[in-house]
């Protein structure tokens, strides 16, 4: 049974699910029931560590290397704020060792441009609200750990990278018994196909792809619609009329940073203008963005991973929300 609130919060605030599976016999508890999303393992590889906050164009970083785990969970926390969710993990790592290297939250670390700077699992895998998210990072000798949790009315995210150490042959990614029966995991991660109405993407899971909208390579014109997302945007924004949103282009990696983030936002602004002049939407309540290839959701080393890179992508810009509409 589905249940909501600050009394959902306390309810379930000691039932932990089984434990995250760090090298060296580290786990971590999540102190909400949880359902995984992703778990993806590499033997070797590297990872751009945030260090700071964004400033004068750019993440300092520090390169590590070795065994990564990446994996994301979706909890059945509602109500709960991200530092709830993010602070008994961080005491869990304090605990095994495991000692800080930088902290921040939303707008401290540099909000939209930090997001987009750092390594984060596309949408539904992962959910960063831009207005309200934490990032933590520690290291244990070789070994580093960063965090990013987020949420949403609903629910709450959390993506975890891992590098360093022996790769755990066990799953990091177990459903709880205890977890609620009704949060199995999303319609789109078993089958592909996410059946949700659009709107309802929007408002609960941020970032909403405009998947048949097409650019070429290096192109920022778009080909000829009509196309069925704008047309759905545009009805959930006529149906919504407080709503303000922001469009955001993303390229594949062919090219240099600074003249990609320029075509991305390129495209972005096409759309925009596609639903200002066509769609009759108000200049004022779409904004366009871009952020190059920073934010990839597959490889850049096939065509048919940099069509899919190439994409533009719609998030709701509007706090609070008020109560959602859809079209069908």
Known sequence: MKQTGKSFVAAFALALVPPIGLAQAVTLEMPFPAVPSVDKTEALSSYALPLGAYADGE???????GPLRQTAWRIDAAGATTLEVLAPLRAQLTTAGFTPVFECDSAACGGFDFRY???????????????????????????????????????????????GGPVSAAPLLTTSTKTPEDTALPAKVATGVDP???????????????????????????????????TMLADWLRQNPAVTVALVGHTDASGGLEGNIALSR??????????????????????AQGVGYLAPRSTNLTEDGRDKNRRVEVIVTSTPIPPAQDSQ
């Open 59 to 65: 993440v300092p970083i520090r390169t590590v290397e």
């Open 117 to 163: 700077a750092t390594q984060i699992l596309p949408e539904p895998e992962m959910h960063v609200d831009l207005g309200d998210y934490r990032f933590y990072a520690a290291e244990r000798g070789e070994e580093v750990v960063s965090l990013i949790v987020s949420r949403t009315a609903a629910a709450g995210f959390v993506q975890m990278i891992h590098v």
């Open 196 to 230: 949700t109405p659009f709107g309802e993407r929007l408002i609960s899971g941020g970032a909403v792809a405009l998947e048949d909208l097409e650019f070429a390579s290096g192109a920022s014109t778009l080909s000829e619609g009509p196309f069925a997302s704008l």
């Open 266 to 287: 390129q495209r972005a602004e096409a759309v925009r203008q596609v639903l200002i002049s066509a769609e009759g939407i108000p200049a004022a309540r779409v904004a």
